[in-house]
């Protein structure tokens, strides 16, 4: 127990711990319990199923379950061993999918990983070189380039040699100047492109802005580094430069193992029954899952959308905070699974899906050999989240920490491999699988940050984001508050539209905090000043409209401009008045055909004049017309005229030649249709009238199911003519 308590301890960056502790007390996270997993790995030979760490609510609790697992013969998998430099390494499966993205996109910045920091303070130029040369030597992985062999990519270990850290001299610009340039040459530095045959895949640039200022951009490729490997590089170039300033040489611990390393023992431990075991449990997990996270854009999505992106910055009050965090450990979660399950909540609202995938990286460092190494091991991990029944916040608690328990106990798969086997189609237009990611940072004690001595770091804000998903969130857990970051593809959404998401996140969270046991269904959204725009501001649409129906307001034009052109149609002009005498008389023909108010009349007619009389002839009538075109399929017509209840349809000759049996036609064309209308009078026919009556159906296309018809009153149509702000009608129209 004692021994236990002592793994655990590390694993938070704590003294010591109580056997008694509560576990989520601590704060628990997925990273750090996955650290505890590794360490207990190491220390019994045995594989702690990450669940035990939820399960067990003491230390003491989780020892005797270790202890059972080591009775039972559980053994741990083989460690990680040194291999022979003498053939051609192979990638790791994270570092292959990368390089195929490489190969698919050639200059893409989109894995760039820039660091920019200004120093301040006296800076031992030669110390800082040492430092970095100091850690090429001591990371084969920082001197790797890729290479191509038999049709397989293969990694080139080169021999150490000085990083190439250029320096630039700013100080005789002026220093308005001198500040703008920098933080452009930052932007320059970062959407640089690497080669990743040739290499270097490590960059380092040195501007100098005065006797006692500097900016340090130093750029990476993704498939040499990643998050975790930024700290180490802090941490062992912070420590190389201290003791170089004193002239001495920094004693860093041995590496046992090199990425390299790394790379051929995954190849091996992902085979045979573990492979299986692991697609399988993802391949069931993820079956039938959405492939788009539907959350309206504010333009378009389309193939080839631009990378660039942007981040809102934002943050929890330290109450809710503390709120969150009792929650967590209330209901036996992290605080990563409480956020979650917020995030997850507001996708839902915003997509109206209960079924979504979220993304979420995961360190990849499952042994205890790789913790200290520079290397790409994040792995991606499909969170599924089922938003399914009326569910309260614990419901949908348990349900996300199940996912996450199962998540991480399979997370040794490679993600690309999952998308292999899943058969994900893949777009242009979207990500695969999810389209969202979230991350949880916990930071203690400032570690990640660069130690120069005297010197003062602080970032530079210098380039803009690259955007690899749509929507990418971000906590910081480093203090009372939570920080967040929302990092949005600006090619789909406003600034604003993420601002009021963020807001939104907020609202949900605090809810969640307050009560629990709640209904999601039951929460708005909605607060103070967006409360009022959406249900005071946006709904007072009053407006004084004329009461009247389209056919009348076409009688008044008629009567006032009775010459006026009201139809052209190649050589043909109808005037107002003459359309109006025609319209009437068909009127008559179709009341004295059982036509009245709603009665639905079908038009099938090719554009012209024939079908503008038609369709005001039916609405004159009392009726509603229903358009088809005649190129449409018999099948289609009998459908939509079963469907609106269609019994008469006004034709002729050249487009009625499809109509099914189950209509009558009006041949407008015939001789003695002719003859009857010339009996009718030009008088209109006396029929009732309402704006509220139906005008006209039409149907959709019918692409995505069965045809839909609209049903569309006269008073719609006369708001749109008389008062719209996107019409501008004139008085001649």
């Not at 419901?395 to 328990?405: C, F, T």
């Not at 006269?714 to 009608?729: C, E, G, I, M, Q």
Request: glycine content about 8%.
């Amino acid at each position: 127990e004692e021994l236990l308590a002592e793994i655990w301890a590390r694993a938070l960056g704590v003294e010591r711990v109580g056997v008694d502790e509560n576990f989520f007390g601590l704060g628990g996270h997925s990273l750090l319990a996955t650290q505890v997993v590794s360490r207990a790995r190491q220390a019994f030979g045995v594989e702690v199923p990450l669940k035990a760490l939820f399960e067990e609510p003491t230390v003491a609790g989780l020892a005797r379950r270790i202890e059972a697992l080591r009775h039972a013969g559980v053994g741990a998998a083989p460690p990680i061993e040194r291999v022979p430099r003498s053939g051609p390494l192979p990638l790791s499966y994270a570092q292959q999918r990368l390089w195929l993205v490489d190969r698919l996109e050639p200059g893409s910045v989109a894995y760039n990983m820039p660091y920019a920091l200004r120093l301040r303070g006296a800076l031992d130029t030669a110390a800082l070189r040492a430092s970095l040369d100091a850690l090429v030597r001591r990371h084969e992985v920082l001197r790797t380039t890729f290479a191509e062999r038999d049709g397989a990519p293969v990694q080139v270990i080169h021999p150490p040699a000085p990083v190439g850290l250029g320096e630039l001299d700013l100080r005789d610009l002026p220093e308005a100047e001198r500040q703008a340039r920098a933080e452009r040459l930052a932007a320059e530095e970062a959407t640089r492109p690497f080669d990743l045959e040739r290499g270097p895949l490590l960059r380092g640039t040195l501007l100098r802005l005065g006797e006692e200022e500097h900016v340090l951009l130093f750029t990476l490729h993704h498939i040499v580094s990643d998050g975790w490997s930024r700290s180490v590089l802090t941490r062992e170039v912070s420590a190389v430069y201290a003791a170089a300033c004193r002239g001495e040489t920094a004693r860093l611990p041995e590496l046992a193992v090199q990425y390299a390393d790394y790379a051929v023992w995954q190849r091996e431990r992902l085979s045979g029954d573990v492979l299986d075991e692991q697609l399988e449990y993802w391949k069931t997990r993820l079956s039938g899952a959405p492939p788009l996270l539907e959350v309206p854009t504010d333009r378009p999505r389309a193939a080839g959308l631009s990378p660039a992106a942007a981040q809102h910055g934002f943050a929890l009050s330290p109450e809710l905070s503390s709120r969150l965090r009792a929650l967590s450990r209330q209901e036996g979660a992290t605080l990563f699974m409480t956020l979650l399950a917020g995030w997850q909540a507001l996708l839902g609202r915003y997509s109206g899906q209960e079924d979504l995938v979220v993304g979420s990286p995961i360190a990849g460092r499952t042994r205890p050999e790789t913790e200290g190494l520079i290397g790409f091991f994040v792995n991606m991990l499909a969170l599924r989240a089922d938003l399914s029944g009326d569910l309260t916040w614990t419901g949908l608690l348990e349900r996300v920490r199940a996912e996450m328990l199962g998540a991480y106990d399979h997370q040794e798969l490679p993600f690309d491999r999952l998308v292999e086997e899943l058969g994900v189609e893949r777009s242009l237009a979207y990500a695969p699988v999810f389209q969202s990611i979230f991350t949880v940072n916990v930071s203690r004690g400032g570690g990640g940050r660069l130690d120069l001595g005297t010197l003062r770091t602080e970032p530079l804000d210098g380039g803009e984001h690259v955007a690899k998903f749509d929507l990418d969130l971000v906590f910081n857990d480093g203090g009372e508050a939570l920080g967040a970051g929302l990092v949005y593809r600006r090619a789909l959404f406003e600034a604003g539209t993420v601002a009021r998401m963020a807001e939104h996140l907020a609202v949900l969270l605090e809810a969640m905090a307050a009560d629990p046991k709640r209904r999601i269904s039951e929460l708005s959204l909605l607060r103070g000043a967006e409360r009022a725009q959406v249900l005071e501001a946006w709904n007072d649409t009053a407006a004084e409209l004329p009461r009247a129906c389209v056919h009348e307001l076409f009688a008044e034009q008629a009567a006032a401009a009775p010459h006026a052109p009201a139809v052209l149609f190649r050589d043909e002009t109808v005037g107002y008045a003459e359309l109006e005498r025609r319209a009437n008389r068909l009127a008559r023909l179709l009341a004295s055909r059982g036509v009245g108010p709603e009665v639905r009349v079908g038009v099938c007619l090719e554009r012209g004049v024939s079908a503008v009389l038609a369709m005001l002839a039916v609405l004159r009538a009392g009726g509603a017309y229903v358009p088809v075109a005649p190129s449409d399929p018999a099948g289609r017509l009998r459908e939509v005229f079963a469907d609106a209840g269609v019994r008469l349809v006004l034709t002729d000759a050249a487009a009625g030649a499809h109509l099914p049996d189950s209509v009558e036609p009006l041949w407008l064309d015939a001789p003695e249709t002719a003859a009857l209308l010339a009996e009718m009078p030009e008088g209109a026919p006396e029929v009732p009238s309402d704006p509220a009556q139906l005008a006209y159906v039409i149907y959709t296309s019918g692409s995505t199911g069965r045809p839909k018809g609209v049903a569309v009153a006269h008073a719609s149509v006369v708001r749109l003519v008389r008062n719209t702000n996107y019409l501008p009608f004139g008085p001649g129209e």
